[in-house]
């Protein structure tokens, strides 16, 4: 194994002491770890995210005007614990509410639930918000349903902006549950990434195979399938993408006033004819810029096939699974309200628009 880093006990550390270095608009606490925004005294909802590390630029790199105002990083592939999103919200909030943005797995679940009782028991209005868009699985190792992936950088993008706006805790929760409803992403592996702890590949493949439904922790798919070519594995990747087969989601949320979870369900959105959407054609660590354009260029042609309309793209780098050579897939159904908000200013690390 050959990486850039010193020692596996440090790795995380000394990566945010590297950015503290470079990017000293952001505030980088190291007991315990998290990332805030300076606070310039503006009322808002504070959104928080966070998760295992190895997944960069998201969280972290997603602090700044318009998406988060916080983010708690984890281990490598290891969820943040409580006191970490605890201390966060504590230093995000301005008096108008916490909202947390969790992706589904079941350690971040647990801990970012914890985090909610915690931040309740200092009176503050708080709200948790699930995103589970991973159509390749219904259940996993990892998962009590579907796994939350790339879906929740829009997220991030949208309620980002809506807080700025002005939005009240309880309109932002039920956005970030339509974009959960409406957002799927699918994702292949061409070849595994390589976890430091572990010092070797997290999986073997092939020569001549692919990991089809893979996670961005490395988790296995639906199945093993033979390489053959980029328009290929797209349009299998795109049937995933379009059935539309109901997919009943659990959310709990937090009721403030009687200090308990409420659960419901919900049903996915179809995606029709004529409908609009934001598509994310995200590297998971080592595909090039080349051949993600080769990706969108496809998506491009199915889609238009369908008649639904792509009013937004991004292609580039946004979830990894630090150096996994491979791509993922997400379609964001959109309304004007979700649009509009996607198309307000952002500076952050990583995303800059608008500004």
Not at 71 to 88: K, N, R, V, W
Request: with cysteine.
């Amino acid at each position: 194994m050959k990486k850039m880093i010193n020692t596996i006990d440090e790795l995380v550390t000394e990566s945010l002491q590297g950015m503290a270095q470079a990017h000293p608009e952001l505030d980088i606490n190291l007991e315990p770890m998290y990332i805030t925004r300076h606070n310039n005294g503006k009322k808002k909802v504070a959104l928080i995210s966070g998760g295992g590390s190895g997944h960069e630029p998201m969280h972290g790199g997603y602090v700044g005007l318009g998406m988060l105002d916080g983010a708690c990083p984890g281990a490598i592939f290891t969820s943040p614990t409580p006191d970490q999103m605890y201390e966060c919200a504590i230093k995000a909030n301005t008096g108008e509410g916490v909202l947390f943005l969790v992706k589904n797995y079941t350690g971040d679940v647990l801990n970012f639930e914890t985090a909610v009782e915690l931040i309740q028991d200092e009176g503050i209005p708080v709200q948790l918000a699930l995103i589970d868009d991973d159509v390749a699985v219904k259940d996993s190792l990892y998962t009590a349903g579907r796994r939350g992936v790339e879906t929740t950088v829009i997220a991030e993008k949208i309620l980002g902006a809506a807080a700025e706006d002005g939005y009240k805790l309880s309109r932002m929760t039920a956005l970030a549950t339509r974009i959960a409803n409406q957002g799927r992403t699918f994702s292949v592996a061409l070849h595994a990434c390589t976890v430091p702890a572990a010092g070797k590949l997290s999986f073997d493949l092939g020569d001549n195979e692919i990991e089809f439904g893979v996670g961005i922790h490395g988790e296995p798919g639906i199945e093993r399938r033979e390489f053959t070519d980029s328009d290929t594995i797209t349009t299998a990747m795109m049937e995933q993408i379009l059935d539309n087969t109901p997919y009943e989601r659990v959310v709990r949320h937090w009721n403030n006033e009687n200090a308990d979870w409420i659960e419901s369900k919900e049903i996915t959105e179809p995606l029709n004819a004529n409908d609009k959407v934001i598509v994310m054609i995200n590297n998971l660590g080592s595909v090039p810029q080349t051949e993600l354009y080769i990706v969108y260029r496809k998506v491009a042609q199915i889609l238009g096939e369908a008649n639904i309309e792509i009013v937004r793209n991004m292609v580039g780098t946004y979830c990894t699974s630090l150096d996994m050579q491979g791509v993922s897939i997400t379609v964001l159904k959109v309304d004007d309200e979700m649009l509009l908000l996607f198309d307000k200013p952002v500076a952050t690390p990583a995303l800059r628009w608008g500004c």
